[in-house]
């Protein structure tokens, strides 16, 4: 918990691109590893997309881009 916390500190400060990149690297990992360790699947899902769902028990969000194309979430 400590190293997370001067991880999480360092990262605020004004280092070299190159040591927050890493900082953030070994934060996520020790994140990973503490939901791993407890059988915590790790998934991606897409934030915004260009269609909208076609599951009629869920409600889609729809909002525009910077060239009034909607997104959905």
């Given amino acids: 918990m400590r190293l ?3 991880l999480a500190g360092s990262l605020s400060m004004s280092l070299p691109s ?3 990149m890493r900082a953030r690297f070994t934060l996520y990992r020790i994140i990973r590893e503490y939901f791993a360790q ?3 699947l790790e998934v991606e899902t897409p934030i915004l997309a ?3 769902n076609t599951d009629p028990a869920i409600d ?3 909002t525009f881009d910077a060239h009034g194309e909607p ?3």
């Fill in 4 to 6: 997370m916390r001067e």
């Fill in 18 to 20: 190159m040591q927050a």
């Fill in 38 to 40: 407890r059988g915590v």
């Fill in 50 to 52: 260009r269609s909208g």
């Fill in 60 to 62: 889609s969000f729809v």
């Fill in 71 to 73: 997104l959905w979430l």
